[in-house]
């Protein structure tokens, strides 16, 4: 049998073109999973593995499809190998069938972990560059900052609820918790 694995993601991306060329390249049955490749509990993922018998062929569009690290990747392979199965990449054009073949895939595996930790530095590096000019980080606050003092005020007088309170800044009560949470942490003083 011959299975094929197509991965994206996040929710929003499509694994329309890896599908189609997995279906040219004559795969009978594919399974198609939407979670990050740096996320190692992949039950798709888990599952086309187990399904893997004697002389079964596991294909991927790309090799970052089925793992982002050569760690994984080796693992994956030590599990495709231990089924007596095989495994195929086809932008790669890489086959486990031959000894040059499972080097070739070795080393495109350790190029694909460099190129994913020099992302990560240079994001990084990005990040600390943006803080050291003053930018926040992260997501934006439900509640505009220069409101939230207000927001805190009618809290304290007892006659409002988070509902309410939510209900008013018409955001979701979670941004009042944390609003509330956030102004009481920053009133207290510095332990030194």
Same mark, same amino acid.
């Given at each position: 049998? !011959? ?10 991306? $499509? ?16 399974? $198609? ?27 991927v569009?790309?090799?970052?499809r089925?793992?982002?690290s050569?760690?994984?990747?080796? $693992? ?10 095989h495994?195929?990449?086809?932008? $790669? ?9 499972? =080097?070739?895939?070795? !080393? ?10 020099? !992302? ?6 990005? =990040? ?22 207000? =927001? ?27 609003? !509330? ?12």
């Open positions: 049998m !011959i299975y094929g694995y197509a991965r994206v993601s996040t929710q929003e991306q $499509e694994t329309r073109a890896q599908v189609q060329a997995l279906k040219a390249a004559g795969v009978s049955v594919i399974f $198609e999973e939407k979670r990050s490749g740096g996320d190692r509990r992949r039950p798709v993922l888990a599952d086309v593995l187990k399904k893997l018998r004697r002389g079964d062929t596991l294909v569009f790309k090799l970052d089925v793992a982002r050569l760690q994984h990747l080796l $693992e994956v392979l030590a599990i495709i190998e231990a089924k007596q199965a495994f195929v990449s086809l932008t $790669e054009t890489i086959e486990t069938k031959s000894p040059a073949g499972r =080097m070739m895939l070795q !080393i495109l595996g350790a190029f694909a972990e460099f190129e994913r930790e020099m !992302i990560r530095e240079r994001t990084r590096a990005g =990040m600390q560059a943006a803080v050291k000019n003053g930018v926040r980080l992260g997501r934006p606050y439900g509640i505009p900052i220069e409101l939230q003092p207000e =927001m805190m005020r009618k809290w304290e007088t007892g006659t409002y609820t988070k509902t309410a309170l939510a209900r008013e800044y018409n955001v979701h009560i979670s941004s009042i918790k944390r609003t !509330i949470r956030r102004q009481i942490a920053n009133r207290r003083p510095n332990k030194v």
